[in-house]
């Protein structure tokens, strides 16, 4: 797809050491292609931007702090019809956000930690994983993606996702000169799964988001409103203590497909 990484990280140095004005991050910020490092990104599909597909199932998540609907992208089927299948029987409805980072993500979907009554002695199989459906640079981090979580690297070197635990992004806000030192960190310090191209870029800067997720995790969705109630869970109080759960239950009364 683009230059082999170790090559482009020895010519930038060289270039870096002789010049001194040089970075990395120049060759990526006009870049047509991105650089997979250890990720996994998807040759010649288009990063114009991602228009709503009037096809995509929708789904309402009406929660104790207001509702969020969501679009399932149709190109991510494996991820679609997962959450869907979870949605129809129901298993989302009592779900907390139980890890909710600022300016980062909020989490919810873990069997553990659902609000229900015992009695109705509801058994739900969570004991497999969604093989991974990466459709980077098409779909990335920028804020209000609704992205599949998962298993640690090390444990799970093909990204393949967790059933039922998903997130939806928030992120920072990024000038383009902060993206740019970004990348050229990452760049150094081979900590990103992809490099982004230009257009990711723009999109980064134009919505903000979290980059360096970008090409290790499945994103297979959208908030199509609702935001301002995905803002407000961001910024609740949280244990830090305790995985970052927020202080205060923040419940999925009902999940229902509406489209």
């Known amino acids: 797809m683009t230059l082999n990484m170790n090559m ?12 001194g004005q040089q970075s990395y991050a120049q060759d990526y910020m006009n870049a047509k292609e991105v650089t997979v490092l250890k990720g996994i990104a998807v040759e010649g599909v288009d990063t114009a931007g991602v228009h709503q597909d009037p096809t995509c199932p929708e789904v309402l998540l009406e929660t104790t702090m207001g509702n969020i609907r969501i679009a399932l992208y149709n190109d991510t ?10 949605v129809k029987c129901g298993y989302y409805n009592g779900c907390i956000f139980h890890r909710v980072i600022k300016n980062f993500m909020v989490q919810a979907g873990d069997p553990a930690t659902r609000k229900v009554d015992p009695l109705k002695k509801e058994v739900f199989d969570t004991a497999y994983a969604v093989p991974a459906e990466i459709r980077y640079p098409k779909y990335y981090h920028k804020r209000g993606q609704l992205c599949a979580a998962r298993e640690g690297d090390e444990e799970n070197p093909k990204f393949a996702s967790a059933p039922c635990d998903f997130y939806i992004t928030w992120g920072r806000n990024f000038s383009r000169r902060q993206i740019e030192y970004l990348i050229e960190k990452e760049a150094r310090e081979e900590k990103a799964y992809v490099l982004p191209n230009k257009q990711v870029i723009d ?29 407000k869970i961001q910024n609740v109080a949280t244990d830090k203590g305790n995985n970052d759960r927020p202080l205060e239950d923040i419940i999925i009364l009902k999940a229902s497909v509406v489209r």
């Open 203 to 231: 999109g980064y800067v134009k919505y903000g988001g979290v980059p360096h997720l970008d090409g290790g995790y499945t994103v297979f969705g959208e908030v199509l409103e609702g935001m301002d109630v995905v803002d």
């Open 8 to 19: 482009k990280m020895v010519m930038a140095s060289i270039a870096l050491a002789l010049f």
């Open 77 to 86: 089927p494996l991820h679609r019809d997962n959450f869907l299948k979870w």
